[in-house]
Every structure is written in C-alpha cells, then in structure tokens.
C-alpha cells in the first residue's frame, strides 16, 4: 500500500527481530498507517526518531543497553514531537509508572489484537491518553499520580476547568473540548495551562492520570 502524506507515521523500537516483523505486517495492513523504519534498542530509536520524524512510537520497555524508559529521556532531551505508545509483555508496576511518568501516552500488551494495535496508534496519535484496564489499576494503587492526595489543587481549579480536566480525562484533545465546550481552541489551551500550573503537572498525560486518580474521569 502506497504512502500518503497524511499517514500516521510509525517506529517500532524492539530487541527482537520476529516481534518488529510482526509489529510491521499487522500495521502495514491497515489504512492510514506507514511504518517509517524500526530499531533494536533505545539509542537507535532516539537517533531514528531525530532522522525521521515519526509521529508514533512503538516502544518496548526491556532492551540491552538503553532500555524503554531511556529511549523516551532521549526523545525528550531531542524536543521529539513523536507520540510514544509501549507495547510490551510485562505488567509490573516498576516499569508501568517510570515509562508514564516518561512521557508514554499509552500502554498495551503484544499479545494486541491487530485491530486493536491499529485503534490504539491512531488514539495516540490523536493526542488521548490509552491504558489497559491493568494498568489504570497499578497506577492508582501505587500512588503514582504526580500530585499530592491532599485537595488544594482540585479546590484551586475553576468550575470551568474542572469541566476541561474531565474531558481530558477522556482522552478528548482541545479541538473537541472548544466544541463540547462552545469556547475557542485558544481559550482551551489557556485553560490547559492553567490546570497543569494549578495540578504541579507536566503535561495533558499527567492531567489525565491525576483526574483518573482522585475520581473525575469517572464522571458523567
């Protein structure tokens, strides 16, 4: 299938030869997608990403050298733009909450269902936050939010961004949220900014774990 140039560029960073080829054919099935290249560890990714601007990747966490976690400091230490979704075997909270806490925006096992890898790429790449139900789970229980259990963050926020934070909590990005809204792109992202200021968070992914945490996602 011939590249697009509105396609959802990928790059699959694993250590293992059959799990990348795998990766590959499912991905290079489904429309919309191209696989722009794939490495074998997190040095790789990281000079790969720099040379081709992918807009996801697809990261494992247990590589030899740099690891998973690595590879997304060095993404962030490049200003990569990419989005990072980790696909990976393992549900040990020791490695869950470091690669959220990284800068993942999602977190799915390689046992995926194709269709679903495909969903989960295209969610990512729309800027929501994607975690199997397990993984929600281990994050909440170990307390790995980036604020504090106490209430003043959530007391400083303004009715209205309270109703942004819900819907980040979504998954829902800031196009969505003007619309659901009724408010301009620009009066969101203002909004946005006041709520990471206000939650001592780094970005949307954390916003979204914290609204998670204390109960707002789960709102009606």
Not at 49 to 67: F, Q, R, Y
Not at 77 to 93: N, P
Request: glycine fraction near 8%; proline fraction near 3%; aromatic fraction near 2%.
């Amino acid at each position: 299938m011939a590249a697009r140039p509105d396609d959802i560029r990928v790059l699959i960073a694993d250590d293992h030869r059959m799990v990348r080829q795998g990766l590959r054919t499912f991905l290079e099935l489904q429309d919309g997608v191209e696989v722009v290249g794939e490495a074998a560890d997190g040095a790789e990714c990281a000079a790969l990403a720099a040379e081709l601007a992918p807009d996801v990747i697809l990261l494992d966490l247990v590589m030899p050298g740099v690891d998973g976690v690595g590879a997304m400091e060095l993404l962030r230490e490049a200003g990569s733009t990419a989005r990072v979704l980790v696909v990976t075997s393992f549900t040990d909270r020791r490695m869950i909450v470091p690669a959220i806490r990284a800068g993942a925006r999602g977190y799915v096992y390689k046992d995926v269902d194709p269709a679903a890898l495909a969903t989960a790429v295209r969610s990512v790449h729309a800027g929501h936050v994607l975690l199997e139900p397990e993984v929600a789970a281990a994050l909440l229980d170990s307390g790995s939010g980036s604020a504090s259990d106490s209430g003043p963050q959530a007391a400083s926020l303004t009715a209205r961004e309270r109703e942004v934070l819900l819907l980040i909590a979504q998954g829902r990005s800031n196009r969505e949220i003007a619309r659901t809204l009724v408010l301009a792109e620009k009066t969101v992202k203002t909004h946005v900014s006041n709520i990471l200021m206000k939650l001592g968070v780094a970005d949307r992914t954390q916003a979204a774990l914290w609204a998670v945490r204390h109960g707002i996602g789960s709102q009606d």
